[in-house]
T-cell receptor
Framework: GQQVMQIPQYQHVQEGEDFTTYCNSS?????IQWYKQRPGGHPVFLIQ?????EVKKQKRLTFQFGEAKKNSSLHITATQTTDVGTYFC?????????????FGRGTSLIVHP | TAGITQAPTSQILAAGRSMTLRCTQD?????MYWYRQDLGLGLRLIHY???????GKGEVPDGYSVSRANTDDFPLTLASAVPSQTSVYFC?????????????FGSGTRLTVV
């Protein structure tokens, strides 16, 4: 079955440093989505990437979708304490007429002030 | 506020007992999903429903059952709970199973089976 690997599992940074998390899928994806989960909270949708090589930005967050539509990355520039949380990617593949997402295991970001 | 309501927020359940986790959405989304979240394992799909009246099995369906009698409700039932079902359970929905603009998650149910 489809697998989505996400690394690293944890990342400690000093406030102001950059952060990147990576997702790799075993199969070509229809789209990939990114979610943020604050400690004690629930996942919240951030963005969706659909096109090969697509790059999207949300303020200090930059999302990329690989040319082969099998990998993706989330980069945060100059982290802030408000960025603390776990970031998940979800790979979607249209199978049997519907999307069934496969989530990566997440990267927990810890920002030290 | 529109969204997904899950109940209860938390529960301690004796092993062998049954329990139904409730999930209701008011967004008229067609597709709904149940996930369990365990430390280090991320979100794993238990069951899903593409539309009212249909359900499907996810990655970890054993020990769980679901029904989808209408668009708004998608309850998850544990027939005979076991300690390995201790987890945080999230219900999610999307507007369509074939046109995906992201999943909306409920606030979760923290279940402890003792």
């Amino acid at each position: 079955g489809q697998q989505v690997m996400q690394i690293p599992q944890y990342q400690h940074v000093q406030e102001g440093e950059d952060f990147t998390t990576y997702c790799n899928s075993s199969t070509t994806l229809s789209n990939i989505q990114w979610y943020k989960q604050r400690p004690g909270g629930h996942p919240v949708f951030l963005i969706q990437l659909v096109k090969s090589g697509e790059v999207k930005k949300q303020k200090r967050l930059t999302f990329q979708f690989g040319e082969a539509k099998k990998n993706s990355s989330l980069h945060i520039t100059a982290t802030q304490t408000t960025d603390v949380g776990t970031y998940f990617c979800a790979g979607n593949k249209l199978t049997g007429g519907s999307y069934i997402p496969t989530f990566g295991r997440g990267t927990s970001l810890i920002v030290h002030p | 506020t529109a969204g997904i309501t899950q109940a209860p927020t938390s529960q301690i359940l004796a092993a062998g007992r049954s329990m139904t986790l409730r999930c209701t959405q008011d967004m008229r989304h067609n597709a709904m999903y149940w996930y369990r979240q365990d430390l280090g394992l991320g979100l794993r799909l238990i069951h899903y429903s593409n539309t009212a009246g249909t359900t499907g099995k996810g990655e970890v369906p054993d020990g769980y059952s679901v029904s989808r009698a209408n668009t708004d409700d998608f309850p998850l039932t544990l027939a005979s709970a076991v300690p390995s079902q201790t987890s945080v359970y999230f219900c999610a929905s999307s507007d369509s199973p074939t046109v995906n603009y992201g999943y909306t998650f409920g606030s979760g149910t923290r279940l402890t089976v003792v």
